[in-house]
């Protein structure tokens, strides 16, 4: 059975920061990309942080650009999030996901077919 697991996901203070991480499961096959998603209550799953496997290509969306890092980390299917200055706006569960094609959009949450169960990150003013 395959499985992505997520940690680090806590409450903070705004400004503070967190480091989410990700491991994959031994069997987890090919992966192009690794990538980093959020809900918010009411709204759509969004794209947050995404890598690319082979040549460490990221992106980020917009409203996390120069505060989010993401990283692979040197064991294989694991991926972490790096979260600084956080926002009230950044509350959220946020789920690691991993893209096996090539083609995938890497924000595109449609093109990832492997997800973890999310994990609540929550900051506070």
């Known amino acids: 059975q395959v499985y992505l697991r997520e940690s680090g996901g806590d409450s903070v203070q705004t400004g503070g920061s967190l480091t989410l991480s990700c491991e994959g499961s031994?069997?987890?096959?090919?992966?192009?990309?690794m990538g980093w998603f959020r809900k918010k209550i009411g709204k759509e799953r969004e794209g947050v942080a995404a890598?690319?496997?082979?040549?460490?290509?990221?992106y980020y969306a917009d409203s996390v650009k120069g505060r989010f890092t993401i990283s692979q980390a040197r064991a294989k299917f694991t991926v972490s999030l790096q979260m600084n200055n956080l926002k009230v706006e950044d509350t959220a569960i946020y789920y690691c996901?991993?893209?096996?094609?090539?083609?995938?959009?890497?924000?595109?949450?449609?093109?990832?077919?492997?997800w973890g169960q999310g994990t609540q990150v929550i900051v506070s003013s």
């Open positions: 031994e069997n987890t096959g090919t992966i192009r990309f």
């Open positions: 890598i690319n496997t082979v040549d460490s290509t990221t």
């Open positions: 996901a991993f893209a096996r094609s090539q083609w995938a959009t890497p924000l595109q949450s449609s093109d990832y077919g492997l």
